[in-house]
């Protein structure tokens, strides 16, 4: 079972990355996914869930109308497209699945290594 995110990097502040989340070893497609992202000292917050059908989808408040969550169950993929970066998005983000949509981390059962994201201002 994996997932693994790639996509990150370093960005100006109000530039765009298109972070990816591939799994393998599970059905995927049956999972709701989600991105958290975790800053240094912080938490690990969430960010974006998408059902496992694509008709639902939810954002934290300070990422609406910036960040889009999709997905490609053909590929099994999941997909977050971050435009108008700021400084504060600047953290590790993760992918995850679990059996249920929820803003929870303790809802999902896999999760990815990782992948940094660093807006300069």
């Known amino acids: 079972v994996q997932l693994v995110e790639s996509g990150g990097g370093l960005v100006q502040a109000g530039g765009s990355l298109r972070l990816s989340c591939a799994a393998s070893?599970?059905?995927?497609?049956?999972?709701?996914r989600a991105w958290f992202r975790q800053a240094p000292g912080k938490e690990r917050e969430f960010v974006a869930s998408?059902?496992?059908?694509?008709?639902?989808?939810y954002y934290a408040d300070f990422v609406k109308g910036r960040f889009t969550i999709s997905m490609d169950n053909a590929r099994n993929m999941v997909y977050l497209q971050m435009n108008t970066l700021k400084p504060e998005d600047t953290a590790i983000y993760y992918c995850?699945?679990?059996?249920?949509?929820?803003?929870?981390?303790?809802?999902?059962?896999?999760w990815g290594q990782g992948t940094q994201v660093t807006v300069s201002s």
């Open positions: 998408i059902s496992w059908t694509a008709s639902t989808t």
């Open positions: 070893g599970f059905t995927f497609s049956i999972y709701h």
């Open positions: 995850a699945a679990g059996p249920a949509g929820s803003i929870s981390r303790r809802e999902y059962t896999y």
